[in-house]
């Protein structure tokens, strides 16, 4: 069965000085123009179920979200690609869709 790659375009994080902590909810606008949104938590259980694969898109390229694990957190990031920068933290705030 295929896993649905979904796009990331957006998060709400809260301010804490450990980034492993910040991202709250990610989201993005699905092909059909839907809208989504999942907390942090449902997102990687979707990735441990293998029901959602994601990605956020640099400068053209896709880049893929994976889980890591960090002080005892579970958190998303991006593989390694060619920018130093944080892709995920970068995005920007999601609007309050709901």
């Given amino acids: 069965m295929a896993v649905?790659?979904?796009?990331?375009?957006?998060?709400n994080k809260i301010?804490?000085?450990?980034p492993y902590?910040?991202?709250?909810?990610?989201g993005g606008v699905l092909a059909n123009?839907?809208?989504w949104e999942l907390t942090?938590?449902?997102?990687?259980?979707a990735i441990v179920d293998?029901?959602?694969?994601?990605?956020v898109n640099v400068n053209g390229k896709h880049v893929d979200v994976e889980i890591d694990i960090r002080e005892g957190h579970k958190y998303l990031r991006t593989k390694p690609d060619e920018t130093k920068k944080n892709n995920l933290l970068s995005?920007?705030?999601?609007?309050?869709?709901?």
């Avoid at 301010?15 to 450990?18: A, K, L, T, W």
């Avoid at 902590?21 to 990610?26: K, P």
């Fill in 15 to 18: 301010e804490r000085d450990n």
């Fill in 40 to 45: 942090l938590d449902d997102a990687i259980q």
């Fill in 91 to 98: 995005l920007p705030s999601c609007p309050l869709w709901k």
């Fill in 33 to 35: 123009g839907e809208s």
């Fill in 4 to 11: 649905n790659r979904v796009e990331i375009t957006c998060i």
């Fill in 50 to 55: 293998k029901k959602l694969e994601f990605f």
């Fill in 21 to 26: 902590e910040r991202i709250t909810h990610i």
